[in-house]
């Protein structure tokens, strides 16, 4: 996707970038139905991961009072996932965003069950990656569902990737750190399914609760710029953090074993023809 100049600089001034419909609807609906499949098997192989803990803090709360639903990687489970990052539009707008040359850091989803699915709090990304310029890597947070206020859509404080916050151990989370930014300054990304939220690894961000009846998910690829580490890490290890671009990209041969670039819409297509997207009996 060729973003305009307004675009970049609302990026870099405010540190995010929300596109509505930036997936189209027939693409949203592909992601949701292979989503579905791998929380499915995720669940049934009790493999998957709640990150919520207990209002103690000490171990998950499997209970189901309190859920996060987390998978990652997501493309060692799903070959539409291998070739989402090598989408045309998803390599241009990152180009646009944090230059080229870049790798695929992680990618990974957040299922939030209705009524008991919690959000996940305040952070920096970078108080994990820590590079040196949190505008060389950002992440891509496509809902999966609408995600609005009700739901416990994203928010993010504007021009926070100016600032450094201190980060503890979540409370609320087995795994995670938080922080606690001036939650005056908030703003809610609502986004109908199929739209990103491209935030940089500096800008403080957060999901709350699900309230409602219906699930909400959503999914975030993060990209890292080769001079930022981005080389470096992939040098160390490439198994599911593929090259997307530079000289030592091969379009997940290297990767994967085979190439999935120039594959998303076979693999799209696929998804919504398996048996999985047709109406299951009650």
């Given at each position: ?24 609807l027939?693409?949203a609906?592909?992601?949701?139905l ?36 987390q998978v ?12 989402l990052?090598?989408?045309p539009?998803?390599i ?6 944090i ?6 850091e ?5 299922w ?11 952070h920096?990304?970078?108080?994990y990656?820590?590079?040196?310029d ?5 992440a ?5 569902h ?6 416990g859509?994203?928010h993010?404080?504007?021009g ?5 916050y ?13 922080c ?21 690894y500096?800008v ?15 999914v ?5 710029h ?18 997307l ?12 074993g ?7 819409e076979?693999?799209?297509?696929a ?7 047709k109406?299951?009996?009650?």
């Amino acid at each position: 996707m060729q973003l305009n100049e307004k675009q970049i600089a609302e990026f870099r001034n405010n540190g995010y970038l929300a596109i509505e419909g930036f997936f189209d609807l027939i693409e949203a609906k592909a992601l949701r139905l292979e989503l579905e499949r791998i929380y499915d098997t995720e669940l049934k192989n009790g493999t998957g991961i709640n990150c919520a803990v207990q209002t103690d803090g000490t171990k998950r709360d499997n209970a189901g009072e309190r859920q996060n639903l987390q998978v990652i990687p997501l493309n060692n489970r799903s070959d539409l996932h291998k070739a989402l990052p090598f989408h045309p539009k998803v390599i241009s707008a990152v180009q646009h965003l944090i230059g080229d040359e870049f790798m695929l850091e992680l990618d990974q989803a957040f299922w939030k069950p209705p009524k008991v699915g919690i959000g996940t709090s305040w952070h920096q990304d970078n108080a994990y990656f820590k590079i040196a310029d949190p505008l060389r890597g950002t992440a891509m947070w496509i809902a999966i569902h609408d995600a609005n206020v009700e739901n416990g859509c994203m928010h993010v404080i504007p021009g926070s990737h100016r600032e450094s916050y201190e980060h503890y151990r979540d409370p609320q989370s087995d795994h995670h750190i938080r922080c606690d930014p001036p939650e005056e300054r908030a703003v809610p990304i609502e986004l109908k399914a199929g739209g990103v939220l491209f935030f940089c690894y500096g800008v403080a961000h957060c999901t709350k609760s699900n309230l409602t009846d219906k699930e909400r998910a959503g999914v975030a690829l993060h990209f890292l710029h080769n001079d930022f580490g981005g080389r470096e890490l992939w040098e160390n290890n490439n198994t599911t953090k593929p090259m997307l671009r530079g000289p030592l990209a091969t379009g997940g041969e290297a990767e994967f074993g085979e190439k999935f670039e120039g594959r998303w819409e076979e693999l799209m297509n696929a998804v919504l023809a398996s048996d999985y997207s047709k109406p299951k009996n009650m």
